[in-house]
């Protein structure tokens, strides 16, 4: 069955980085636009970025455009999201999921906690 299994979150530091990976098994990987959203406590999941099945489109959120970057490598079946410049503001939950525009076609990954504090 479809799984995605997202990693690399932690407890950074205001300005410092993170690499997020999510590992996708049971289905064409390379046939699927992936895209990266986020929770915060009390807020609603919000889209933060998405690239194509080929990786040569991406979109942002206007909150981490120029911050932000996502990738894939289609070879391993992951996904990447490498942040900058992290804000106390970014602290989530983060998850990948299939999809570029939505709808977004479960089933979520467990998701990797994100956590910007000095």
């Known amino acids: 069955q479809v799984q995605l299994v997202e990693s690399g979150g932690g407890l950074v530091q205001p300005v410092g980085s993170l690499r997020l990976s999510c590992a996708g098994s049971?289905?064409?990987?390379?046939?699927?636009?992936m895209s990266w959203h986020r929770q915060a406590p009390g807020k609603e999941r919000e889209l933060v970025a998405a690239i194509g099945s080929k990786g040569i489109s991406t979109k942002y959120a206007d909150s981490v455009k120029d911050r932000f970057t996502i990738s894939r490598d289609n070879a391993k079946n992951t996904v990447f999201l490498q942040m900058n410049s992290l804000k106390p503001e970014d602290t989530a939950v983060y998850y990948c999921v299939r999809g570029y525009s939505g709808p977004f076609p479960g089933p979520w990954g467990q998701g990797t906690q994100v956590t910007v504090s000095s």
């Open positions: 049971g289905f064409t990987f390379s046939n699927s636009a």
